[in-house]
Structures are given as structure tokens and as C-alpha cells.
């Protein structure tokens, strides 16, 4: 845990953000749900004990990170949604850089730092080990059917 009350707080804040943003990338299909549960892991993990062990031990959020932060991997769903996100990211940053400075030696330089950015984090993402998809409640087929896993009325 680290010191200083303040810092304590405002990591418990940005815990607490990411986790609400991580729950809404549950039933947003384009927002994606681990890299910001593990964010919020992260800030946990330096600050509250007790805040960490409960995202750990959710019964909806824990299975997207317990894995990961139990030194096991991610999913393939995940990898690709976490990679695909980021490079979203890095592109709209790029893009809105050139579009504020133009093409000069200061939109060049930062968009060669994100590209770096991008392609190590990807490296790393794509260099962790794959694991299952975590079970738990799964959304219904979009057509409405019952679908492979879901119980069938008497």
C-alpha cells in the first residue's frame, strides 16, 4: 500500500471510475470491459486491501481479472477487444494531432510515440498466456433464441 492519505484517496476515486466504466463495457459491446478492471485492479491493489479483494471476489467482475492478476492470462475475447481498443485510441490521437498541428515536426514526434507506445503494449497483451473465456452469465443470442447453454422450460 502506499503512503499518504491523499494519494490512498485519489486512487480509490480512479478505482471506483474505472470499475463503473468496466460494468458499462459489460453491456456496451464497443467498450471494452478488462483493460479498465484491471485498472481498477491496479488501483486497489495500492490503496485498499479491502476494495481488492472485493472486485477479486465479485461474482460478475472477479472472473475478468482474477485470472490475469492471479498470473494466469486473458481470454482471446479479451486480448483482441483490449489490443483493438488501443489502437483505436492511438489512432484517434494521431489523427487529432495532425489535425491541431498540422503536418509538422511536432505532430511527426508524437505520433512516433504513440505508434512505439501502441506497438509495445500490444506486444505485452499479445505475449500473455490465453486462458478460457470466464464463465458466468453470458449474453442471450441477438435472435432470440434460447440458445447452447440456457436452461430449458418443463
Not at 23 to 33: R, Y
Not at 131 to 148: F, K, N, W
Request: glycine share 12%.
Amino acid at each position: 500500500m502506499l503512503g499518504g492519505r491523499g494519494v490512498r484517496t485519489a486512487l480509490n476515486v480512479a478505482g471506483v471510475v474505472f470499475v463503473a466504466i468496466g460494468a458499462v463495457g459489460i453491456v456496451v459491446p464497443v467498450l471494452p470491459t478488462t483493460p479498465f478492471l484491471l485498472l481498477a485492479s491496479a488501483c486497489f491493489l495500492r490503496s485498499s486491501p479491502r476494495l481488492h479483494r472485493w472486485l477479486l471476489s465479485h461474482p460478475r467482475l472477479g472472473p475478468y481479472v482474477a485470472g490475469y492478476v492471479g498470473g494466469g492470462g486473458l481470454s482471446a475475447r479479451a486480448k483482441r477487444r483490449s489490443i483493438s481498443a488501443l489502437w483505436t485510441a492511438i489512432g484517434l490521437s494521431a489523427f487529432l494531432t495532425f489535425v491541431r498541428f498540422g503536418l509538422a515536426v511536432v505532430s511527426v514526434g508524437i505520433s512516433l510515440v504513440l505508434l512505439i507506445v501502441a506497438i509495445s503494449v500490444t506486444r505485452y497483451i499479445a505475449g500473455r498466456p490465453t486462458v478460457p473465456e470466464a464463465s458466468g452469465p453470458q449474453r442471450p443470442p441477438l435472435d432470440g433464441s434460447p440458445g447452447p447453454a440456457s436452461p430449458v422450460d418443463p
